[in-house]
């Protein structure tokens, strides 16, 4: 409700063309019930905003309720969030125009990516060769002699438009002919296919390719495998006699 009071000046004349409009704001009261300020949510996560607001004047007024986030401006509830920092608020106006409110500050990240199992494979003897270093780009990765595997737990980054690959092997005693084949999971399927085979070569020295991925391929953690084996290319999967394999974590970027 609102009211007017006539104002007057220092010498009490009638300032009867001046007043003061003050409004008086019934209680409303409006809480949002099922976050904290810090919470975290991922972009995939369809996000739903408890919330009540009651007016002394109209009573349970929570479906008048509208939501607004500071990214994505006034949402539906429940809805998916873009990913930031938002600020989401609660709003409801009463009978007599009066607006109420409660905010909580929220972190939406990118989605999680599923957790992957991906076949097993292997060289049995390492005693004549081995894979001894994977150079991406200007950054070579020393593995030596892991006994048939090895992971790279660090994530590296990948340009889809094209990265520098040189193998190198490693030798006890003379150079062999050594299989190399590389492998980047770029569907994130879990698996190594046959249309995922980026590089295939057979070498006695350090030889060297660019792999280009697909501009349709997305952005994001995978995995890529390279197999060095004697004789024949190795498979994506299982154990061979002669050779290493090593596992990548690269983050496909633009």
């Known amino acids: 409700m609102s009211y007017s009071s006539q104002l007057v000046d220092s010498d009490t004349n009638d300032r009867s063309d001046i007043f003061l409009k003050q409004t008086l704001t019934p209680a409303t009261d409006i809480e949002i019930l099922n976050m904290k300020d810090g919470q975290v949510f991922f972009a995939d996560e369809l996000i739903t905003i408890e919330a009540v607001a009651y007016d002394e004047e109209d009573g349970d007024i929570t479906h008048l309720i509208r939501y607004?986030?500071?990214?994505?401006?006034?949402?539906?509830?429940?809805?998916?969030?873009?990913?930031?920092?938002?600020?989401?608020?609660?709003?409801?106006?009463?009978?007599?125009?009066?607006?109420?409110?409660?905010?909580?500050?929220?972190?939406?990240?990118?989605?999680?990516?599923?957790?992957l199992n991906y076949c097993e494979a292997q060289g049995q003897n390492t005693n004549y060769e081995w894979i001894?270093?994977?150079?991406?780009?200007?950054?070579?990765?020393?593995?030596?002699?892991?006994?048939?595997?090895?992971?790279?737990?660090?994530?590296?980054?990948?340009?889809?438009?094209?990265?520098?690959?040189?193998f190198t092997p490693g030798f006890a005693?003379?150079?062999?002919?050594?299989n190399w084949t590389l492998w980047?999971?770029?569907?994130?399927?879990?698996?190594?296919?046959?249309?995922?085979?980026?590089f295939e070569s057979a070498s006695r020295y350090e030889t060297t390719t660019t792999v280009v991925l697909d501009s349709s391929d997305s952005v994001g953690k995978t995995k890529m495998r390279i197999a060095m084996r004697y004789g024949r290319p190795a498979s994506p999967c299982g154990n061979f006699y002669y050779g290493e394999v090593e596992d990548f974590t690269i983050n496909i970027i633009e």
């Open 173 to 178: 005693y003379s150079n062999y002919q050594e």
């Open 184 to 198: 980047i999971d770029a569907n994130r399927d879990g698996e190594f296919s046959s249309n995922e085979v980026y």
């Open 132 to 166: 001894e270093s994977v150079t991406l780009g200007q950054t070579p990765y020393h593995s030596g002699n892991n006994q048939g595997f090895f992971d790279h737990e660090s994530t590296i980054d990948f340009h889809k438009s094209g990265e520098a690959i040189t």
């Open 68 to 115: 607004f986030s500071s990214l994505d401006g006034e949402i539906n509830n429940p809805a998916y969030l873009s990913v930031g920092e938002h600020q989401l608020i609660a709003s409801v106006t009463d009978s007599s125009g009066n607006e109420s409110y409660d905010s909580v500050n929220v972190i939406v990240q990118e989605p999680e990516a599923p957790v």
